[in-house]
């Protein structure tokens, strides 16, 4: 059965927010939502091509909307459309005012607020998944939106200036700002996932399971140990398994389409 996408843009935001909304039917009424961060030099179409596509059926399969957004420098928010994300990117990533870091929290808010005010979500049935750099968004995203009922980190980005593309900024103040394992605090007792792939030279598992132990003592204190969980993928490296999509849709049906009433965390 096929995809039933449609083109989104949030237009009260610069640059506009441009995403591909999938929903589980042709009914037009409010259902929980994922909202999908693509990776480095990806885009909104990401989760929709190729070995990808299986992650989006399963979604749907779900009765879950997918929503897939375009990050700040990437897809149709590139300030030049003729150059790759990456080179985009390097342009603003320690920019005072345009970097891409402050217009995610920004780009955060944009979105859930249309979600909810668009009904095409319920307030208390959202939820963020991300890949990669994506990964790492959808770890802000938890950071910042109260609203979210639990979060998926899939390979996710937990030290900028490992990658390659970011060496040399280790003592910018601004990437220090936001390295995840600086500025990810007080997520619990939100679920949380994190799963990494055990040959990943790309996103290194090293710094997601630090990541993870700096958490644990926080979900310990809120009595949510169970909230927050890491698993690694043995033998895989940094692309798109099958089991990423097994641990999503488990993740999704235990605390996403729980039965409870209103937000489960205030």
């Given at each position: 059965m096929p995809l039933n996408i449609f083109p989104v843009t949030i237009k009260d935001i610069t640059p506009a927010i441009h995403g591909l909304l999938s929903r589980p039917g042709h009914e037009i009424r409010t259902t929980p939502t994922l909202v999908y961060f693509h990776g480095l030099n990806g885009s909104r179409n990401q989760i929709f091509q190729d070995r990808y596509l299986e992650f989006a059926e399963a979604i749907r399969d779900l009765g879950v909307n997918l929503f897939s957004v375009?990050?700040?420098?990437?897809?149709?928010?590139?300030?030049?459309?003729?150059?790759?994300?990456?080179?985009?990117?390097?342009?603003?990533?320690?920019?005072?005012?345009?970097?891409?870091?402050?217009?995610?929290?920004?780009?955060?808010?944009?979105?859930?607020?249309?979600?909810?005010?668009?009904?095409?979500?319920?307030?208390?049935?959202?939820?963020?998944?991300?890949?990669?750099?994506?990964?790492?968004?959808?770890?802000?995203?938890?950071?910042?939106?109260?609203?979210?009922?639990?979060?998926?980190?899939?390979?996710?980005?937990?030290?900028?200036?490992?990658?390659?593309?970011?060496?040399?900024?280790?003592?910018?103040?601004?990437?220090?700002?936001?390295?995840?394992?600086?500025?990810?605090?007080?997520?619990?007792?939100?679920?949380?996932?994190?799963?990494?792939?055990?040959?990943?030279?790309?996103?290194?598992?090293?710094f997601a399971a630090q990541l993870y132990e700096k958490l644990h003592p926080e979900y310990a204190v809120a009595e949510a140990e169970e909230n927050l969980a890491y698993a690694m993928m043995l033998g895989a490296g940094h692309a798109y398994d099958s089991r990423l999509t097994q641990w999503t849709v488990e993740w999704l049906e235990k605390y996403l389409l729980a039965e409870e009433k209103g937000p489960m965390f205030e």
């Amino acid at each position: 059965m096929p995809l039933n996408i449609f083109p989104v843009t949030i237009k009260d935001i610069t640059p506009a927010i441009h995403g591909l909304l999938s929903r589980p039917g042709h009914e037009i009424r409010t259902t929980p939502t994922l909202v999908y961060f693509h990776g480095l030099n990806g885009s909104r179409n990401q989760i929709f091509q190729d070995r990808y596509l299986e992650f989006a059926e399963a979604i749907r399969d779900l009765g879950v909307n997918l929503f897939s957004v375009d990050l700040r420098g990437h897809g149709e928010r590139r300030e030049n459309k003729e150059r790759p994300a990456i080179e985009n990117l390097m342009k603003i990533i320690t920019h005072k005012e345009k970097n891409p870091f402050y217009g995610a929290m920004e780009d955060i808010k944009k979105i859930f607020d249309f979600l909810v005010d668009r009904k095409i979500a319920h307030p208390a049935k959202m939820a963020v998944a991300g890949l990669a750099w994506g990964g790492m968004h959808a770890l802000y995203a938890l950071r910042q939106e109260r609203r979210l009922r639990c979060c998926i980190a899939l390979l996710p980005v937990c030290k900028i200036t490992s990658l390659v593309e970011f060496k040399g900024l280790e003592k910018h103040p601004l990437i220090q700002q936001f390295e995840p394992l600086n500025f990810l605090e007080k997520l619990a007792p939100k679920p949380l996932l994190i799963v990494t792939g055990e040959k990943d030279t790309r996103a290194d598992p090293h710094f997601a399971a630090q990541l993870y132990e700096k958490l644990h003592p926080e979900y310990a204190v809120a009595e949510a140990e169970e909230n927050l969980a890491y698993a690694m993928m043995l033998g895989a490296g940094h692309a798109y398994d099958s089991r990423l999509t097994q641990w999503t849709v488990e993740w999704l049906e235990k605390y996403l389409l729980a039965e409870e009433k209103g937000p489960m965390f205030e």
